[in-house]
T-cell receptor
Framework: ETGVTQTPRHLVMGMTNKKSLKCEQH?????MYWYKQSAKKPLELMFV???????ENNSVPSRFSPECPNSSHLFLHLHTLQPEDSALYLC??????????????FGSGTQLSVL | QQQVKQSPQSLIVQKGGISIINCAYE??????FPWYQQFPGKGPALLIA?????SEKKEGRFTISFNKSAKQFSLHIMDSQPGDSATYFC?????????????FGEGTQLTVNP
């Protein structure tokens, strides 16, 4: 496989469920990201991991819990979500080499519906 | 608050026509301006990007025009094709020691009719 792979592609969950989103990158990158994409809104950066260390958390509610066990894998654990959390969740990766502009490589996303 | 304003929200163009999407920003610390293209069911992918020291960048049918004094930039798609139908996001980027930070616009859904 190549690129950034996300599973599952679609997820429907109740407000009391616990589920996890998985992301794997096959590009040898050292940084991984979670973005939230809602209709007619800008992509919202949620979390950034650089060399497995979380370097950014954009005031994301604690019902979203990221995990990065290594530079190739990223998880987003979900619990007690709200209907307004329904969105497309995108994973991305890049190669960070210092104060330079990197190119982001996105996965196809997980379409999440919270009932 | 760092923001990038994008317009229009949606755009319908006939095959062979010119598609134009506009973006404006406020933060003068932005120093890199990429455009991402997203097809249905796919994640965004980098299409073309420009630095503020040039006023125009062209790659095939895609051109970015950049007006630093007005803090505006736009994407022009010449000879638009049905295969160009997608959502386009402009973005603006700043840098720090750890890397870059992207701020995205709201997106434009482009439909090119045959």
């Amino acid at each position: 496989e190549t690129g950034v792979t996300q599973t599952p592609r679609h997820l429907v969950m109740g407000m009391t469920n616990k589920k996890s989103l998985k992301c794997e990158q096959h590009l040898g990158h050292n940084a991984m990201y979670w973005y939230k994409q809602s209709a007619k809104k800008p992509l919202e950066l949620m979390f950034v991991y650089n060399f497995k260390e979380q370097t950014e958390n954009n005031s994301v509610p604690s019902r979203f819990s990221p995990e990065c066990p290594n530079s190739s894998h990223l998880f987003l654990h979900l619990h007690t979500l709200q209907p307004e959390d329904s969105a497309l969740y995108l994973c991305a990766s890049s190669q960070r080499t210092g104060p330079y502009h990197e190119k982001l490589f996105f996965g196809s996303g997980t379409q999440l519906s919270v009932l | 608050q760092q923001q990038v304003k994008q317009s229009p929200q949606s755009l319908i163009v006939q095959k062979g026509g010119i598609s134009i999407i506009n973006c404006a920003y406020e933060n003068t610390a932005f120093d890199y301006f990429p455009w991402y293209q997203q097809f249905p069911g796919k994640g965004p992918a980098l299409l073309i990007a420009i630095r503020p020291d040039v006023s125009e960048k062209k790659e095939g049918r895609f051109t970015i025009s950049f007006n630093k004094s007005a803090k505006q930039f736009s994407l022009h798609i010449m000879d638009s094709q049905p295969g160009d139908s997608a959502t386009y996001f402009c973005a603006a980027s700043t840098r720090d020691r750890g890397g870059s930070r992207l701020t995205f616009g709201e997106g434009t859904q482009l439909t090119v009719n045959p």
